[in-house]
């Protein structure tokens, strides 16, 4: 878009020497003024998508913890309950000893007094293999609440980590902000303006654009309505080719248009990127991962000239898949709704946008 910027000053000299016009000097700065914003949003997209990891790592690690101490609970009270039996039986011995056979009694002459004494032996034999027994059984208890305690202790420190890790990545995106926030105050006036009136220009486009697809949208349901097919029509309806579950997510998505973005929202008011094409195709009965690396990495992939409406489309600031830190929502004809940057709203933009690295298919 062409920036409305003053026109060239007119030299006063008969043979001017040959100067930049003002309005080129002014495009030139406010074009650097905006390379440098653009590396800050770049630098907050990479800092949210490590904070959106970091929060979904860390909840993942309090449903372990929650489950490892259950674990260790039970493990403690079997331990326990299987010492407290050996104990009692090593008690139990050593106060009376093992019982003998009844009639037993070498002084009594009993002819049977050989046969008695097998006998003996051999419950003497069972009792030394049950006392082993229960002591192996409590052994075994033993190590199994010492696992479940080092398994504890393993998902605290996974827990740890990433909190850290989440309070590392706001303070990346704070700061980013911060810096943005105090280059466009120190810039020129005039520069700045420039950059915010076509900022400015592009959020009111993107909220035409909104009102002008709700309105089309309004006008199909009528005609439907008229035609009697009695089950209306959606926006979504008109995508051609797509699945009824990718309908169903554009036809979501499309009616976040115009609401902010706010890193790490996940919605239904704000989001950032991942949490608008997560909340859309939540909407549409599909669960996919949280973060845009989480999404391409466990979504089908698909090539990106097979594009169909619905499909994921990710970007990059390399080569490799952790590299990601934006992803969209296909919507065909070479477009595509996402949620930009902070200062920006949920809007529809061209597909090939920097960084385009790959594309998946939720349904």
């Known amino acids: 878009m062409a920036l409305a910027l003053w026109a060239p000053v007119a030299s006063a000299h008969a043979e001017p020497a040959p100067a930049v016009p003002a309005s080129a000097t002014l495009k030139a700065q406010a074009d650097a003024l905006r390379a440098r914003v653009e590396a800050l949003q770049l630098q907050q997209s990479v800092a949210t998508e490590a904070y959106d990891t970091a929060v979904d790592d860390t909840a993942t690690a309090v449903s372990e913890e929650v489950r490892a101490q259950s674990a260790l609970d039970a493990a403690t009270g079997t331990s326990s309950r299987a010492t407290a039996q050996a104990t009692r039986r090593v008690r139990s011995l050593y106060m009376t000893g093992p019982s003998l056979p009844a009639g037993f009694d070498l002084l009594s002459g009993d002819l049977d007094a050989a046969a008695t004494a097998a006998r003996a032996a051999a419950m003497a034999a069972s009792v030394v293999t049950d006392d082993a027994t229960t002591v192996d059984r409590a052994a075994d208890a033993r190590a199994a609440a010492q696992a479940a305690e080092t398994r504890l202790q393993q998902v605290r420190v996974r827990k740890t980590a990433a909190q850290a890790a989440a309070a590392q990545a706001q303070v990346q995106v704070t700061q980013a902000l911060a810096t943005q ?42 005609t439907a309505s008229g035609s009697g097919s009695g089950s209306g029509s959606t926006v979504a309806d008109a995508v051609a080719g797509a699945s009824s579950t990718a309908q169903a997510a554009i036809a979501a998505a499309h009616t976040r248009e115009g609401m902010p973005y706010v890193w790490g929202a996940t919605g239904p008011s704000t989001f950032d990127c991942s949490g608008l094409t997560q909340w859309a195709y939540a909407q549409a009965g599909v669960t996919i991962p949280r973060t845009s690396r989480q999404q391409y990495a466990g979504l089908p992939k698909v090539p990106l000239d097979a594009l169909q409406p619905g499909d994921l489309v990710f970007y990059a600031n390399g080569s490799d898949p952790s590299s990601i830190h934006h992803v969209a929502l296909y919507l065909g004809g070479g477009k595509v709704l996402h949620a930009p940057h902070t200062g920006d709203v949920v809007r529809v933009a061209g597909v090939a946008m920097p960084g385009l690295f790959g594309a998946v298919r939720p349904s």
Do not use: S, Y
């Open 181 to 222: 926030r105090q280059l466009l105050a120190d810039a020129d006036a005039a520069v700045a303006r420039a950059v915010a009136q076509e900022e400015e220009q592009a959020r009111q486009d993107a909220l035409a654009q909104a009102a002008a697809r709700a309105a089309a949208a309004g006008v199909a349901d009528a």
